[in-house]
């Protein structure tokens, strides 16, 4: 299990390099503080919970991550080097970030499943689409499906399968199963659960006791700084 505070790896006695690391995060927003001193080491293939009060500034840490904003003050890096000197679209192909809301656009699913091989210059891979598709127990004709038609589980799992299509580095999700029913989270679920199976590393945001209960460390944020830390055995 890799622990997203540890420096030392504690069976080898060797320093761990961090796939990303916040040293001393602040933000605000005019005289408002919203984040107060952010420490955060995060290990590649961690499966960290940030969790805490509404408003105590978790989808703030999300999108510092994901470079959405930038802090007001303090460091970040990813993969060893100042997260921000990287050209902001190489970055956010790598750290992605998913919404609660899930926003799509043009008019059908394929528009949004051929998005990342168009921005990349790459010929449409219809195998890999299917294969996504199927993951979230939808069929390959929903390509043709106009997006208004959807309902919201399906969107969320539209809009996941878009970020996965090039597989990221760090998948970073919002409460990205609020709202959904039972069977759609449990969709969600395998779809991360089988991104963490090929070496991803994911950063949650939920207020999802049954997901806390099953995240193996958990980074608790109350009031803009971090409260606590609490490892999952």
Request: charged fraction near 25%; glycine fraction near 8%.
């Amino acid at each position: 299990m890799f622990y997203a505070y540890f420096i030392i790896n504690e069976e080898s006695g060797e320093t761990m390099t961090a796939l990303l690391t916040m040293t001393d995060i602040d933000y605000r927003v005019g005289e408002r503080q919203i984040l107060t001193k952010i420490n955060l080491r995060l290990e590649k293939e961690s499966n960290l919970m940030v969790v805490g009060p509404s408003g105590s500034g978790k989808s703030t840490i999300l999108q510092i991550m994901a470079r959405m904003i930038s802090p007001s003050a303090g460091q970040m890096t990813f993969d060893g080097h100042d997260a921000f000197t990287y050209d902001p679209m190489v970055y956010r192909r790598r750290v992605s970030y998913c919404f609660q809301q899930p926003t799509l656009f043009g008019k059908t699913v394929a528009d949004n499943l051929n998005f990342p091989f168009e921005i990349r210059n790459q010929e449409i891979d219809k195998g890999r689409q299917h294969e996504l598709l199927d993951q979230v127990n939808l069929s390959p004709d929903y390509l043709n499906h106009d997006i208004t038609g959807l309902s919201g589980g399906e969107r969320q799992r539209v809009a996941l399968i878009r970020n996965l299509i090039f597989v990221p580095d760090i998948l970073l999700l919002d409460e990205v199963t609020t709202g959904l029913d039972t069977d759609n989270k449990g969709i969600v679920h395998g779809l991360v659960d089988h991104y963490r199976d090929r070496g991803g590393t994911v950063v949650w945001i939920t207020h999802d006791e049954s997901e806390i209960a099953a995240a193996d460390d958990l980074y608790e944020v109350v009031a803009g700084k971090h409260s606590q830390e609490v490892h999952h055995a």
